[in-house]
């Protein structure tokens, strides 16, 4: 963790915001990171006099030199977390201090300046206080929160920044796959790996989603929503999907997924989903798994159900693994009845249907 700040924020208030009726229209159907709130948070940094000058501000474009380093050199950092409307009108958001955490682990790996949490925690709190209207508070909607980092330092040469811009932006969110909740086939990427052992594969970064993109599209191309990646040193382990971890459900009960080994992404939801499982008993195993044993165990019966997890999705079901001249499982299988109960659990958690037994949820208005 860093040192905490006492960083005060200016505001400055939309003068021209989304006129009512045109914003309800949006919050009732506003699909996936389509539209965004009247508001967005700014604070900066320089090597001489650190994090400075937080603001709240209207939504609008930003203006880069373009020898901005983020242009040339990819330094740059995100996160992902959303805000949940509960039945009294309150809003909350969940476990945000794991993606501070996250942030700034990020920030350290991509040579950028860590925020400290408190300050990551009071932007969420800015941005969702001043558009507090654009929260849905109907099925499992929610206003997805995009934190990110950029070096904006106008230099060419090959170092890491001197001046940097943290910003947060904020878009009403409803069903990450346009089909909703259901079972999806998996693509298997053979010749592309998502990062390299030592890369920048555990840091939120978006040089990692651009190295997802091509197989992706070949993920498209034969039928699949998304696609699996091993890992990059033999191409037998699986690691995670473009944008989720993945979990195997064995017949007795336990889950299986990939340990962290630096190239993969460490979920708050995936963790979340342990320490869930864990609560009801069921064993929890954190190793290497070859897409061999994938393939092996639905064939033999020994996996009765596999499931990727992260924030935008929350949990999707996964009918089988698709690659060249194979499909491990069935693409018309139904969602395996743990999956669909872990993920009820959680959502209700999120939500405010069930009770907050670990201290999650954090209130922001």
């Known amino acids: 963790m860093t040192a905490q700040s006492t960083l005060a924020f200016r505001s400055l208030k939309s003068t021209h915001p989304t006129p009512q009726a045109e914003r309800e229209a949006i919050v009732a159907n506003p699909g996936f990171g389509k539209y965004f709130t009247d508001h967005m948070v700014s604070i900066d940094w320089t090597l001489d006099q650190g994090w400075h000058d937080a603001a709240l501000k209207p939504y609008g474009p930003l203006m880069l030199d373009p020898a901005s380093s983020v242009l040339h050199y990819a330094q740059e950092i995100f996160e992902g977390l959303k805000a949940y409307r509960h039945p009294d009108g309150s809003i909350w958001t969940f476990r945000p201090e794991q993606n501070a955490a996250r942030m700034q682990r990020s920030a350290t790996r991509l040579a950028l300046p860590p925020l400290p949490t ?130 195997l459900v064995l017949k007795d009960g336990t889950l299986v997924t990939p340990e962290l080994t630096g190239s993969i992404l460490e979920g708050v939801t995936r963790m979340s989903i342990i320490q869930l499982a864990r609560d009801r008993g069921h064993q929890v195993q ?47 299988a139904p969602a395996g009845k743990l999956t669909m109960s872990l993920r009820q659990e959680l959502t209700d958690i999120q939500s405010g249907r069930a009770p907050d037994r670990h201290g999650w949820m954090q209130r922001l208005v």
């Open 118 to 247: 408190d300050l990551f925690l009071e932007s969420i709190k800015q941005l969702v206080a001043a558009d507090a209207a654009w929260v849905p508070g109907s099925g499992e909607m929610s206003l997805y929160i995009r934190p990110f980092m950029i070096a904006n330092e106008s230099f060419l040469g090959v170092r890491s920044a001197h001046r940097a811009a943290y910003y947060v932006i904020a878009s009403p969110a409803g069903p990450y796959f346009a089909k909703g909740v259901a079972p999806v086939m998996i693509w298997l990427a053979e010749d592309h790996s998502r990062a390299a052992y030592g890369g920048t594969g555990a840091a939120k970064c978006g040089g990692n989603y651009a190295a997802s993109l091509l197989p992706q599209q070949e993920a498209y191309e034969n039928g699949c929503p998304q696609v699996l990646f091993l890992d990059s040193q033999e191409g037998k382990y699986i690691e995670e999907l473009g944008g989720m971890n993945v979990f």
């Open 286 to 332: 954190e190793r290497k798994v070859t897409v061999h044993e994938w393939r092996e165990g639905i064939a033999s019966g020994e996996i009765t159900e596999a499931f990727a997890c992260g924030t935008a999705a929350v949990v999707t079901p996964i009918a089988a693994l698709k690659g060249r001249g194979f499909i491990a499982g069935d693409e018309h």
